[in-house]
């Protein structure tokens, strides 16, 4: 019972790197823009697929095929961004819907490029069993926790010392303050566009290692994100990560002691006594009154 507990949180907190990974992206611009970009999970999809290409086409470990996903998916969310940008009037519901189109659009072009099959990495050196004591999980799973932890330590350091992550958190801070120091509000949410799509294009290809894909993963991959970026609190990088960390063990334990079925209502449950008990999430700034 012990040895079944501690693989559950085992798998679990893996789990959480890899959903901290889908969440970044999302939980950036979010924070930079408060805008939710419902593409994001399409965007995972998309670089999950090309890394597919790259093993079943080529013969190449998938892991090889993020130096290839980066520039189409930087480039797909820049179009994002361009369209986003042009609304004038009630930015964040009309964004919010036509992000949501550009995901079905996105969505149904990997149907018609790689059909409707489930698809699932089969190289031998990312399947293999890596042991800790008594309990054990694949190579790709510890590789894509490890690079959650990394591209989260990196993103951080980007926020709080480089030029343009400064300018990112003054743009989320107050838009027009930004502009009266000199800081081009469009330029700052592009580059927030494209951070965001070189971290879709990792996490794609860790799922892709890790798991299996097909068509409609990338709405599930788009709520999961929300969910964390919410527990996490607007703006908050480490928040992403016990959010995540929350998420994983959560669905876990409830596969582990109750039944797969209930995997997701689980994380939902959790997804809303975060929100009632804390409505800023677990790291999220109280806003003062008066």
């Given at each position: 019972?012990?040895?079944?507990?501690?693989?559950?949180?085992?798998?679990?907190?893996?789990?959480?790197?890899?959903?901290?990974?889908?969440?970044?992206?999302?939980?950036?611009?979010?924070?930079?823009?408060?805008?939710?970009?419902?593409?994001?999970?399409?965007?995972v999809?998309?670089?999950?697929y090309?890394?597919y290409?790259?093993?079943?086409?080529?013969?190449?470990?998938?892991?090889f095929?993020?130096?290839?996903a980066?520039?189409?998916v930087?480039?797909?969310?820049?179009?994002?961004?361009?369209?986003?940008?042009?609304?004038?009037?009630?930015?964040?519901?009309?964004?919010?819907?036509?992000?949501y189109?550009?995901?079905?659009?996105?969505?149904n072009?990997?149907?018609?490029?790689?059909h409707?099959?489930?698809?699932?990495?089969?190289?031998?050196?990312?399947?293999?069993?890596?042991?800790?004591?008594?309990?054990?999980?694949?190579?790709?799973?510890?590789?894509?926790?490890?690079?959650?932890?990394?591209?989260?330590?990196?993103?951080w350091?980007?926020?709080?010392?480089?030029?343009?992550?400064?300018?990112?958190?003054?743009?989320?801070?107050?838009?027009?303050?930004?502009?009266?120091?000199?800081?081009?509000?469009?330029?700052?949410?592009?580059?927030?566009?494209?951070?965001?799509?070189?971290?879709?294009?990792?996490?794609?290809?860790?799922?892709?290692?890790s798991?299996?894909?097909?068509?409609?993963?990338?709405?599930?991959l788009?709520?999961?994100?929300?969910?964390?970026?919410?527990?996490?609190?607007?703006?908050?990088?480490?928040g992403?990560?016990?959010?995540a960390?929350?998420?994983?063990?959560?669905?876990?334990?409830?596969?582990?002691?109750?039944?797969?079925?209930?995997?997701?209502?689980?994380?939902?449950?959790?997804f809303l006594?975060?929100?009632?008990?804390?409505?800023?999430?677990?790291?999220?700034?109280?806003?003062?009154?008066?």
């Open positions: 019972m012990i040895d079944l507990l501690l693989q559950s949180l085992c798998s679990g907190l893996l789990a959480a790197g890899t959903y901290a990974l889908v969440a970044l992206g999302l939980a950036l611009v979010f924070g930079a823009m408060r805008i939710i970009n419902l593409t994001h999970g399409e965007l999809l998309l670089a999950a090309i890394a290409t790259f093993e079943a086409k080529l013969g190449i470990n998938p892991v095929a993020i130096p290839a980066i520039p189409v930087c480039a797909a969310a820049a179009v994002s961004y361009g369209l986003i940008s042009r609304i004038r009037q009630d930015r964040e519901l009309n964004s919010l819907i036509l992000t189109g550009l995901g079905l659009m996105i969505t072009a990997v149907l018609l490029i790689w409707g099959d489930v698809r699932s990495s089969g190289n031998a050196w990312l399947q293999d069993s890596i042991t800790f004591g008594p309990l054990f999980s694949m190579r790709s799973e510890v590789l894509s926790f490890v690079i959650s932890i990394t591209l989260m330590i990196a993103l350091w980007w926020l709080s010392r480089s030029w343009y992550g400064r300018a990112v958190r003054a743009v989320s801070s107050n838009r027009d303050a930004a502009k009266l120091m000199g800081i081009n509000p469009r330029k700052i949410e592009l580059a927030s566009f494209l951070v965001a799509g070189l971290l879709a294009s990792v996490a794609g290809v860790a799922i892709y290692s798991g299996s894909i097909q068509p409609a993963v990338g709405e599930a788009t709520i999961k994100a929300f969910v964390i970026t919410v527990l996490a609190g607007v703006g908050s990088i480490p992403v990560l016990v959010g960390m929350l998420l994983g063990l959560t669905e876990s334990l409830t596969m582990t002691f109750g039944s797969s079925s209930l995997q997701q209502l689980a994380g939902m449950v959790l006594l975060v929100l009632y008990v804390l409505p800023n999430g677990l790291f999220g700034a109280v806003r003062r009154r008066g």
